[in-house]
């Protein structure tokens, strides 16, 4: 690349993955010159909404700007198309979203609205502008992709998604092991490795460092320690430290220094956007005062590793955390939630940017934040909307320190949810595991390597598919980094396309959370699996979305009530089994059955339709009510006293998934009718109102007293869901003998630990004055 001479501050587009690491200026082509393929395009900007922006042209290898002189809607059109939107809606002139930096690359551009290259568009030519970046045009595209177009509701760095920056480990001991908290830090050049001169370095520059590396701190490193590893220091003075050569390995490579004069204020989410300068020519003289620098990095409680940092992790997590992150497929991504007065609810996405993100990773325990995500892009959320235009700075320790607006119903809606995704430190486990024989990446039967832990040659093998289900799926396509799990397959002879045929691991059951199916228990190297056949390998088909269902809750404790329901009425409940085992040895059809009926509204808040496991070829058809049930048990209705002890219990079949209502511009997919497809719209709700059979709970043999009632969606997790800590219903109810109280209804995880506990320690109606 030659001289790149020294540019600094935000003049300079430093571009660490693939991109320049020096911004040359390129001779200015005439207009009739064609651009160069292939162009690029991208918004950006603060603040804004995944669908506006500055819009910037990735040409000649580097990002530059559009002037709004002469700028019609014509132009924005053809611009939104390029970002994969099927129009605009609108444009901004002067600023609006922000300067940016670089070159001007488009001036006087003259659109006639239906060209499909912004080249084909009529200009004074590449690069050829009178314009300042005050006057950087912005487009506001119509909130609808293109088919085909990957999504990209994003708001992201004004650089790149891929830090080629790392850390290389200079401890022998630290070699192998992950994550590398600690490390020489260098930066990608050309086909290798670069190294950062350290004069002038300091702890802001770390903190932006250990962010981009995955860990929410730093710490102060021993500089002289690494000195003796130095190559530039003498011989003879490493040889003086006896224990030089087994402490350190210092790779015998000649070093070459790439940036010196480093400054960054700590709250940047790339070193990109610090200031710094290049060294000219020859670098291999360079920093003569200094050496490589060396940055040393805090992890956060997921990543510690030995007791130091587990009895520090042990001492962070007295006390519930205020911050949670619900709804994604990775660890460290997710909707952000907050708990207020006892209550957990969502941000809304005005203002939502890096700086406010990156506070919630690094409060979190991760690094920076890689992407502010707005438009409920991570789910929508329920209950409040706790926070509104939350403006940090980037220095605060929590996100509860920064200055926010409270709102009102009328300001946001749960479809500007904000969200995050954050930087977290490598720890490989997506090596340990891989897929074979499906028809796509996102499937196949399971293969995992084992010994791998020991240095040795790893060895692959398959999983035992006795006891595998959603939940260990779940696991699994994490690990692979393919989303959310759409099935969990016991059986995969229809994928016999490998030559691994040996059983390694048997007895996998996770809670669905885990990082790694290695963390979820497991009968170890005692292989305990009935069917050994390649055919019994367990095997997943992964999705990079999931629905997300949710119970109305006010809805059941707004229609709750008794009815004494005459026998001769429940030959098909009866046929079904939603009585009590007791009404076997009823006199029918004489006599009756105490009912508690309500009305269950069930909501899809994720992004995939929720759809039934089973094909509607294998339906089972019920004659006595006449109807197919797409799934056996769809929910569980119980009682429960205080302790948790089940008084009561009934289930619900999923004789019909349909959209009874959808929100606002959402369209109903699914009915029932004519043997239709059958299942829940994203922004649908189905519906089951308290009249109809088996919409209840016998409790015939309740005593009076006061207890919970408790109603769990999709409860063997037949269906994969984003989020199954939601699918729980909780109400306190005080039977008197003939009539009932039901309050209090909530999702099991809406409320704080000290609420809960509260709710589960309720001492019990006096009267029937709910307060």
Known sequence: ????????????????????????????????????????????????????????VFYNDEWGTVCDDDFTLANAHVLCRHLGFVAATGWAHSAKYGKGVGRIWLDNLNCAGGEKNVGDCKHRGWGNSDCSHEEDAGVICKDERIPGFKDSNVIETEQ?????????????????????????????????????????????????????????AEKKVNRNFYKLANKSQPKQKRREDIGFKKRLFMERQQL???????????????????TFEFYRGNASVACAAGMPAVVSCVPGPLFATGNGHKKKQRQQQQGQPRLRLKGGAKVGEGRVEVLKSSEWGTICDDRWNLLSASVVCRELGFGSAKEALTGARMGQGTGPIHMNEVQCLGTEKSLWSCPFKNITQEDCKHTEDAAVRCNVPYMGYENLIRLSGGRSRFEGRVEVAVGAADGD??????????????????????????????????????????????????????????????????????????????RFAAGVICSETASD????????????????????????????????????????????????????????????????????????????????????????????TPNGTKVAEGHKASFCLEDTECEEDVAKRYECANFGEQGITVGCWDLYRHDI???????????????????????????????????????NCKYDGHRIWVHSCHIGDALSEEASKRFEQYPGQLNNQIS
């Open 693 to 731: 059979d088996c919409q209840w709970i016998d409790i015939t043999d309740v005593k009076p007293g006061n207890y919970i009632l408790q109603v769990v969606i999709n409860p063997n997790f037949e269906v994969a869901e984003s989020d199954f800590t939601n699918n729980a219903m909780k109400c």
């Open 457 to 534: 040659q790893p060895r692959w093998g398959l999983v035992c598919g006795e006891g595998w289900g959603t939940l260990e799926a779940m696991v699994a396509c994490r690990q692979l980094g393919l989303g959310f799990a759409n099935h969990g397959l016991q059986e995969t002879w229809y994928w016999d396309a490998s030559n691994v045929t040996e059983m390694v691991l048997s007895g996998v059951k996770c809670a669905g959370h885990e990082m790694s199916l290695s963390h979820c228990q497991h009968h170890g190297t005692s292989l305990n699996c009935r069917n050994t056949g390649t």
């Open 160 to 216: 790149s998604h891929v830090e080629e920056v790392r850390l290389r480990p200079v401890v022998s001991g630290a070699r192998r092991q992950l994550p590398v908290s600690e490390g020489i830090v260098e930066v990608r050049y050309k086909d290798g490795w670069a190294q950062i001169c350290d004069e002038g370095w300091d702890s802001r520059n770390s903190h932006v460092i250990c962010g981009m590396m995955g860990f929410p």
């Open 256 to 274: 070459n220094y790439r940036l010196h004069s480093v400054s960054c204020t700590g709250t940047e989410v790339h070193l990109s956007m610090c």
């Open 549 to 640: 269902l949710l119970l109305h809750a006010p809805l059941v404790q707004e229609t709750a009530y008794i009815e004494d329901r005459p026998l001769h009425m429940l030959y098909c409940a009866a046929e079904e089994n939603c009585l009590s085992s007791s009404a076997r040895l009823a006199n029918w059809p004489y006599g009756h059955r105490r009912l508690l009926r309500f009305s269950s509204q069930i909501h899809n808040n994720g992004r995939a339709d929720f759809r039934p496991k089973a094909g509607r070829h294998s339906w089972v058809w019920h004659e006595c009510h006449r109807h197919y049930h797409s799934m056996d048990i769809f929910t569980h209705y119980d009682i429960l």
């Open 1 to 56: 690349m030659g001289s790149c001479g020294t540019w600094a501050g935000r003049e300079l587009l430093v571009l660490l993955s693939g991109m320049w690491l020096c911004a040359a200026q390129p001779s200015l082509p005439g207009p009739t010159r064609s651009p160069a393929p292939p162009l690029k395009f991208r918004l950006a900007g603060y603040p804004r909404k995944h669908n506006e922006g500055r819009v910037e």
